[in-house]
């Protein structure tokens, strides 16, 4: 008898990081939230033929390998080798698996988080099990830290629970309803920027300075405490000279570029409350906080500043069904 395809499907969203980005890695705290327009899928297509293999096939970064054949650091394999030790699974599946991502690779808004989690969620379902997301998390944040070295965890987080989140690495993780009426502007520099590179640049000035960096993260974890109040009241004005403070903090360690400060000026003259780098920086993109009053025409002013992409959305997530 010939067996039959079981096809299995995996999702998860994108996340930017409103305030407290590299600081987090360091123990302060972070505000993040998901970004349901930008998804990663999974989908596995299992033959049930036991004598074949596992292929990987993601035509946006041109792979279409056997599993065995991809190196083993490869982020494909990591993701898919994590999840077969967490979930037990001793052999990996015969069949097909297809990774596609909507979201830009090394831009900030956490792409490798998200096709972990895909994949997880995908491979999760082959053998009906279900996978929390707490464990989901845990998954994408034992890759992160094969790639990234020390990481925070954040943006495994945010995306596993799909949920606005204010993360510290050291307390118990809290969920947040920024108010309806704050809406961001996310634009995309078109530079990559490697957050592997970016943190471990900042280790190496806080190892040569620890006084003056541990303070800036200090102020940056500051920042994100201030943050709340004006996130729930829907305080655009507040919250914007937060975000601007940020940005000069980030600035101050060195991983805006001359471009992000271009876009983040840029979206100020616009009218935007607050503009800031997000996530690792050293290119990737930054967002703009607006309301519906502005979006427009700061998402007009980003793409006329030589943006790559700015799409608005709103900062509190209508949750992905
Ligand atoms: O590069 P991204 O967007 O995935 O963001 C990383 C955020 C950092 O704070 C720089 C690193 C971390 O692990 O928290």
């Given at each position: ?22 600081a987090?890695v360091?123990?302060e ?70 990774v596609?991502?909507a ?18 969620r ?13 464990s ?103 919250l ?9 903090l980030l ?12 876009l ?6 616009a ?44 900062l ?6």
């Amino acid at each position: 008898m010939t067996p039959q395809l079981q096809i299995s499907t995996g999702s998860a969203p994108g996340k930017v990081i409103l305030l407290g980005e590299h600081a987090v890695v360091y123990g302060e705290p972070a505000i993040a939230v998901p970004l349901n327009s930008l998804r990663a899928t999974a989908t596995l297509t299992a033959t049930g033929h036991t004598s074949e293999k596992l292929v990987v096939d993601a035509p946006g970064i041109a792979v279409h390998t056997r599993l065995d054949e991809l190196a083993k650091g490869h982020p494909l394999a990591a993701a898919i080798i994590e999840t077969m030790r967490a979930l037990n699974i001793s052999a990996a599946p015969a069949g097909t698996l297809r990774v596609a991502s909507a979201l830009p690779v090394a831009a900030g808004l956490g792409s490798s988080a998200s096709i972990t989690i895909a994949i997880a969620r995908a491979l999760a379902a082959h053998i009906a099990t279900e996978l929390t997301d707490t464990s989901a998390a845990q998954i994408a944040s034992a890759v992160e830290h094969l790639h990234h070295g020390s990481s925070s965890g954040i943006d495994p987080t945010v995306i596993a629970h799909n949920a606005a989140i204010c993360y510290s690495k050291y307390k118990d993780l809290q969920f947040i309803r920024p108010h309806a009426s704050l809406e961001l502007v996310v634009a995309d520099s078109g530079a990559t920027g490697s957050t592997r590179e970016a943190v471990n640049a900042v280790r190496l000035l806080h190892s040569n300075d620890p006084a003056r960096y541990t303070g800036i993260f200090a102020e940056i974890g500051a920042l994100v405490v201030s943050a709340r109040a004006p996130l729930d009241a829907g305080k655009h004005a507040v919250l914007g000279a937060l975000l601007n403070a940020n940005h000069e903090l980030l600035q101050a360690i060195g991983v805006s570029t001359a471009f992000l400060d271009t876009l983040c000026a840029a979206a100020l003259r616009a009218g935007a409350y607050g503009a800031k780098l997000t996530g690792a920086g050293t290119g990737g993109c930054m967002i703009a906080l607006v309301d519906a009053a502005c979006a427009r025409n700061v998402q007009q002013a980003l793409l006329a500043a030589g943006a790559k992409s700015a799409s608005i959305t709103p900062l509190m997530p209508t949750r992905y069904e």
